[in-house]
């Protein structure tokens, strides 16, 4: 069983994949916030921008992985191109499975997944960004992308510049600071190029 907060095309929004069409499959729940306000400041993860609670209008629980697959399938409005489904949350490894993903792409499509990081991602993902958080543990320190928000307490970037992904990225914490946040990161890219600037650009232009 498959509990999904939403399914939705749109645009990837972020990191090296950024503009490119995509299924994003929102899975409920994650291991570092419950999602509820009240709780927010004393879990391991406090700056969440999603809500991931529950079922939405475009999610639902799948009993199988065919059925969830099938409901992904309907939504690629795409022709031509390579169809990609981004594996989201809450956090997905709490539910993404090798079955899941085996019949994404016997579908033809590619597959990636934003992971918070801290559950060993299975085999046979194509994209896997990685998001660590300062205050959980590290587990998953390889993969496509490195994805860091920051300024962010307990992350600085030097802890994470020598593990073993192609791309690393540096995304402003979207907060009431937010402006400021954008200038220290475009400050920290120029200081460390090894660091490129992420911008989440759905925000910007307004799609979801
Ligand atoms: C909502 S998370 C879901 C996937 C996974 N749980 C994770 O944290 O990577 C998707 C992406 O949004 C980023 N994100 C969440 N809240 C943010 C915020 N307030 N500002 C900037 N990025 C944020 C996360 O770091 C992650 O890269
Ligand atoms: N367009 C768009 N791009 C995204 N990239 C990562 C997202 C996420 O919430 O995981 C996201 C999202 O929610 N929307
Ligand atoms: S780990 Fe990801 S989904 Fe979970 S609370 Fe943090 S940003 Fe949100
Ligand atoms: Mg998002």
């Known amino acids: 069983m498959y509990t999904v907060k939403e399914i939705f095309y749109t645009l990837q929004g972020e990191g090296a994949q950024a503009g490119r069409a995509a299924v994003f499959c929102r899975f409920s729940g994650c291991n570092?916030?419950?999602?509820?306000?009240?709780?927010?400041?004393?879990?391991?993860?406090?700056?969440?921008?999603?809500?991931f609670i529950g079922t939405g209008q475009d999610g639902g629980k799948f009993a199988t992985a065919e059925a969830l697959a099938s409901r992904i399938g309907s939504t690629w409005k795409g022709e031509g191109g390579v169809p990609y489904v981004v594996?989201?949350?809450?956090?997905?490894?709490?539910?993404?499975d090798k079955a899941l993903i085996e019949l994404m792409h016997g579908m033809g499509f590619e597959?990636?997944?934003?992971?918070?990081?801290?559950?060993?991602?299975?085999?046979?993902?194509?994209?896997?960004c990685v998001s660590p958080k300062g205050s959980a543990k590290l587990v998953q320190t390889s993969g496509q992308?490195?994805?860091?928000?920051?300024?962010?307490?307990?992350?600085?970037?030097?802890?994470f510049e020598n593990l073993d992904f192609k791309h690393f990225y540096i995304q402003p914490l979207d907060d009431r600071a937010g402006i400021n946040n954008t200038q220290v990161c475009i400050e920290y890219c120029m200081a460390h190029p090894q660091w490129q600037l992420s911008l989440q650009t759905h925000k910007l232009t307004g799609i979801r």
């Open 32 to 51: 570092l916030w419950n999602g509820r306000e009240d709780d927010r400041l004393i879990s391991l993860c406090t700056f969440c921008d999603t809500d």
């Open 87 to 96: 594996f989201t949350g809450g956090e997905p490894l709490l539910q993404l």
């Open 111 to 128: 597959v990636g997944v934003e992971s918070n990081g801290t559950i060993a991602a299975p085999t046979g993902i194509d994209w896997l």
């Open 145 to 159: 992308e490195l994805k860091l928000v920051y300024p962010q307490l307990n992350a600085q970037p030097e802890l």
